[in-house]
């Protein structure tokens, strides 16, 4: 008995050498620095790949051994190589649309040459949306400024222009005297709100807005914004994508993909029609141009109930099947940002400065529904 199992591994081993020699690599990376990110592993030299797996790393000698005729090599030089880099958190398609668009880029100028960046964005296109001039990118510093920026932009040339000037975070803008009209935001607004969404609007005593506005003040401006075409849309997505693989970034989760730039992402209220940006993923994808794997959440209002997870399981019906595309999970908004000067996480005590404790989004009584129901 003991020679006939000795005798059955024998074969399997020699049955299982023979299917890996036998197996040869598409594509062959050799003369490089292979990082595999196994503890302790010193560098390799080369790496195989067959079909989408990695079929060996190991030397030159070992790994070319691999190939055959219809295999592609390529030299890479000694030039390191090493695994993609995952973003766990990327709006990657609303960042494609700045790629494409007028930013700051956080470059700190004075109000002066603000106002030439403004101009030259303007007369090049880049900034225009509509008849609204947008200014991305914007370090947080110059949220301190709203007087000086109201002097400039609500003014002369610039009078009756709506503008935004969008922060870098995302979470806070500034919009000028004919913005504010536009979206409707004046004092007797303001003086009608809660005192927790008041404080989202930068405003003087007498409720006259100043311009500067956060979250839920942010999407109220955001909302009186044209919203972008799909084929922009996929020119941004095709941007994010190529801009991200040109960092190394091969893969990324999407927090907000049913949410399209503009819209007030911290209030949706799904129907199986908000899809968000999905449909860029969907047409980069068709079009062979996803090469990134992205894992894309819905985003929930805070205040939903378990039943309006079904809206949300049409909209990924609708995506389904999409090379390189996932939806595996739900996104719901807790509160804002600490960052100063939006401030607007929820605390346990009060901001020092404010002396009030920012706004909790979702309800304790009813969230552990929603988290069990999503589960």
């Excluded at 880099?85 to 494609?96: E, L, R, V």
């Excluded at 008849?131 to 991305?136: E, G, S």
């Excluded at 930068?202 to 956060?214: I, N, R």
């Excluded at 908004?333 to 909790?360: I, R, T």
């Amino acid at each position: 008995m003991r020679r006939l199992i000795k005798g059955a591994l024998a074969v399997a081993i020699a049955l299982g050498t023979l299917e890996a020699h036998a197996q040869t690599a598409d594509l062959i990376l050799y003369n490089a620095k292979v990082f595999t990110a196994e503890p302790g592993q010193p560098l390799q030299q080369a790496l195989a790949i067959a079909g989408d797996k990695v079929l060996k790393v190991g030397s030159d000698q070992e790994v070319r051994a691999l190939a055959d005729a219809h295999s592609r090599q390529v030299d890479l030089g000694g030039k390191l190589l090493m695994p993609g880099f995952i973003d766990s958190h990327s709006h990657a398609i609303f960042g494609g649309l700045e790629l494409i668009a007028a930013s700051m880029e956080d470059e700190q100028v004075g109000l002066d040459e603000l106002a030439q960046r403004l101009r030259e964005a303007r007369d090049n296109g880049k900034a225009r949306v509509g008849d609204i001039l947008v200014l991305n990118g914007m370090h947080s510093s110059y949220w301190s400024q709203a007087e000086g920026l109201a002097k400039i932009f609500n003014a002369g040339e610039w009078a009756q222009v709506p503008i935004v000037l969008i922060g870098s975070d995302h979470h806070t803008a500034w919009a000028n005297a004919a913005m504010l009209r536009r979206a409707r935001l004046d004092a007797a607004l303001v003086r009608s709100l809660p005192a927790t969404e008041q404080q989202n609007i930068g405003h003087a005593k007498d409720f006259t807005p100043s311009g500067f506005v956060v979250d839920s003040g942010f999407d109220r401006i955001a909302a009186a914004m044209p919203a972008a075409d799909q084929q922009t849309l996929d020119r941004a997505g095709l941007a994010a994508v190529r801009y991200n693989n040109s960092l190394g970034i091969t893969a990324w989760m999407d927090p907000a993909a049913n949410g399209s730039p503009g819209q007030a992402l911290f209030d949706i209220k799904p129907t199986e029609h908000t899809v968000g940006v999905l449909p860029v993923y969907r047409d980069l994808a068709q079009q062979g141009q996803l090469s990134a794997h992205v894992a894309a959440l819905l985003v929930v209002n805070p205040k939903s109930r378990p039943a309006d997870l079904a809206v949300i399981d049409k909209v990924r019906q609708q995506f389904q099947g999409i090379p390189n595309l996932s939806l595996p999970g739900i996104k719901v908004f807790a509160d804002g940002v600490l960052e100063y000067p939006a401030q607007s996480a929820a605390l346990l005590e009060n901001y020092s400065n404010l002396h009030k404790p920012g706004e909790l989004l979702l309800d304790p009584r009813h969230f552990g529904e929603l988290v069990s129901a999503a589960d």
